[in-house]
């Protein structure tokens, strides 16, 4: 099979985080089939994040209309690339049967879906299970070409590029609130996709009090439609409420630059893990969305969870009894503070 391997897709067109953690895919796989071309499939939104990385030999997004995927406009993009092969890293039904319509010869996928005869090379795992990290679920769908890589923070890399046109864009944009280039700040990421629980926005007001106190310069983000959530946590003059002001370039261009990232599970805290920025992340008990599986995947973290003793959580219990209210943020805040004082010295000192 291995002198087929020449032109391969990878294919993850879900949301930011998940762009995220599919990125190692592409040096691993360069690194045992150097003369292999390597694209990726992504949505529009999401192509910031693998444009530029020396790994991907060309970026494809994915036809739309009205969030509505096309399939014949797909079909015929996909037949005129001639691709050998093609991860589906996380398939839903309309994006399996794209590939196999697309006469990729190698299709690589979970062998648990009701779709997955579109399939011939198949891993079965369950992710649902959250045993390992989403990351390491990806990773495990290389040994369909034989790459055995269980992963480890010391054994993947993000390639995840900052433009510079974006970094000067975010400049302007901080200096226009009152932050001068060079001046450090902490990124505060309140909002979620919705996908886990997330902290209550009071206990991100009790944090954003401790740290303002302490004179600690706070930059809020999220998408536009967060704008008013993060209007919530302007809580004084440290505080800087940018949500809405960022295209996904710019968001990682300024992640660059902070010192550190407190969020809840969302894509920003991987882009952070990704750039080697600390991280400080909120998530529920519930299996399938627990940190276990989609933490940041890096050593620079500090995951908080509720402080209840509790098995077997739902999304629905979760929510019913507020767990996320037991996380304690004067923790938090100490560990926070205790990071920045270990920075002496280095280039993201505050």
Request: glycine share 4%.
């Amino acid at each position: 099979m291995n002198n087929q391997l020449k032109n391969i897709l990878i294919v993850r067109t879900d949301r930011i985080g998940d762009v995220v953690l599919s990125l190692p895919l592409a040096r691993i796989i360069k690194e045992k089939y150097p003369d292999a071309k390597i694209s990726f499939l992504v949505r529009e939104y999401t192509k910031a994040l693998v444009l530029n990385n020396p790994f991907i030999d060309e970026v494809i997004t994915l036809e739309e209309k009205f969030s509505k995927v096309l399939i014949r406009k797909n079909v015929s993009k996909l037949r005129q690339k001639k691709f050998d092969t093609a991860f589906i890293v996380y398939p839903t039904f309309k994006i399996s049967l794209i590939i196999f319509l697309s006469g990729i010869k190698i299709r690589i996928g979970s062998g648990y879906r009701l779709y997955s005869f579109l399939f011939n090379k198949k891993i079965f795992e369950h992710r649902k299970d959250a045993v390992k990290h989403e990351l390491e679920y990806n990773l495990s769908l290389l040994s369909a070409i034989d790459i055995q890589n269980a992963g480890g923070i010391d054994n993947v890399r993000f390639d995840l590029s900052v433009n510079k046109s974006s970094l000067n864009k975010v400049d302007e944009i901080l200096n226009s609130v009152g932050i001068r280039k060079d001046e450090k700040f902490i990124i505060i990421h309140p909002g979620s996709g919705g996908s886990a629980v997330d902290l209550p926005i009071d206990k991100f007001k009790e944090l954003i009090k401790h740290l303002t106190d302490t004179k600690y310069k706070i930059v809020l983000t999220g998408s536009e439609r967060e704008t008013e959530i993060c209007n919530r946590l302007a809580l004084n003059e440290f505080v800087f409420n940018l949500a809405g002001r960022f295209n996904l370039e710019e968001l990682i261009a300024l992640i660059s630059k902070c010192s550190l990232l407190v969020a809840n599970s969302t894509g920003p805290i991987h882009i952070a893990a990704a750039l080697n920025k600390f991280t400080f992340g909120f998530y529920p008990k519930v299996k399938v969305c627990s940190a276990k599986r989609w933490g940041p995947y890096t050593d620079k973290k500090f995951i908080y969870e509720p402080e209840l003793d509790c098995k077997d959580c739902t999304i629905e219990q979760c929510e019913k009894l507020n767990c996320m209210s037991t996380i304690n943020i004067t923790r938090v805040f100490n560990n926070i503070v205790s990071v920045i004082e270990n920075l002496n010295g280095d280039k993201n000192e505050i």
